[in-house]
């Protein structure tokens, strides 16, 4: 097994591996063409952890971990917070009353739509961010932009026309960081997440008698997630992200009570929080989140 690698979904440049960089500093980062690849890569030793986005302030959840985190044998070790800070990438040298198209993933298109009205730019939808990015610089043609990072400016030897075109000025997303081995916290370390899986029937009052417990612990929930699981319709699965170690008293009494109202009971990791939490501006923090929406740009 390799040691000091990170793997994550997308393109050398993108977002996530921006992301990995800034929370594993000087490991190599492993780009792979799906969130499953990235999975498959820790269980095959060609990397230690993988980075996997699960939401963002503007977009929402990320659908794909929903489906693909309760069969991925991998534990959630970490959570990293990661800005999104939109980039136009040109050819060196062009002037913006060159350009005639931007190029970038579908998400993050939805979020320069100031950028394209003011310039009159047609929009083109690519695979990811960092591939936009690749394309023009093979072009090399001053009419073709890429909305992108910085970093893939760097990688790809574009020059940056305009940094922060995004049109909110608060967009971050976060990642689960997983590993095939838990690092569990020890009961009583401040700021601890528990994450976890259950589910449900589709009867009356159901998630009501499993979420009482932990208000009357009081036991604070930071997300809950709710897709349909199977073909029945019959039950819901969840995801929920709570603060406190489940070896805690609060939390181990709210856990007990989900436990007898709910099943498949699964907790997915026991992790330190990010400082971001504590740090980021308010403005951030309470930024609301759609119920669903596509992934996050790559």
């Given at each position: ?116 009205k003011i310039h009159n730019l047609t929009p083109v939808t690519e695979f ?171």
């Open positions: 097994m390799m040691d000091k690698v990170i793997a994550f979904q997308g393109m050398h440049g993108a977002y996530s591996d921006m992301a990995c960089r800034a929370a594993r500093p000087g490991w190599t980062t492993l780009p792979c063409h799906t969130f499953a690849d990235a999975i498959d890569a820790v269980h095959a030793g060609k990397a230690e952890q993988a980075m996997l986005a699960c939401e963002n302030s503007l977009a929402g959840r990320v659908p794909d971990i929903h489906s693909l985190l309760p069969a991925a044998g991998l534990h959630i070790i970490g959570e990293h917070f990661q800005r999104v800070e939109h980039c136009l990438l040109v050819v060196p040298g062009t002037r913006m009353d060159q350009i005639r198209r931007v190029h970038t993933h579908p998400v993050a298109m939805a979020q320069i739509r100031n950028l394209l990811d961010t960092a591939g936009a990015a690749e394309l023009v610089a093979l072009w090399q043609k001053p009419e073709e932009a890429a909305v992108a990072s910085a970093l893939a400016a760097d990688l790809y030897g574009l020059e940056i026309l305009q940094r922060n075109v995004e049109d909110a000025s608060h967009n971050t997303t976060r990642f689960y960081i997983t590993a095939r081995t838990p690092q569990e916290p020890a009961p009583q370390t401040p700021h601890v997440m528990t994450t976890l899986l259950f589910s449900v029937q589709n009867t009356p009052g159901a998630l009501y008698k499993v979420l009482g417990g932990f208000a009357t612990n009081g036991v604070n929930m930071t997300r809950l997630e709710s897709y349909m699981s199977g073909e029945t319709f019959a039950a819901t699965r969840f995801l929920m992200d709570v603060e406190g170690h489940p070896r805690d008293s609060r939390l181990g009494k709210a856990l007990a009570e989900l436990e007898f109202f709910s099943k498949n009971a699964t907790i997915l990791g026991v992790y330190k929080q990010s400082p971001f939490r504590h740090n980021a501006p308010a403005q951030e923090q309470d930024t609301p989140r759609p119920a669903s929406a596509d992934a996050i740009p790559g």
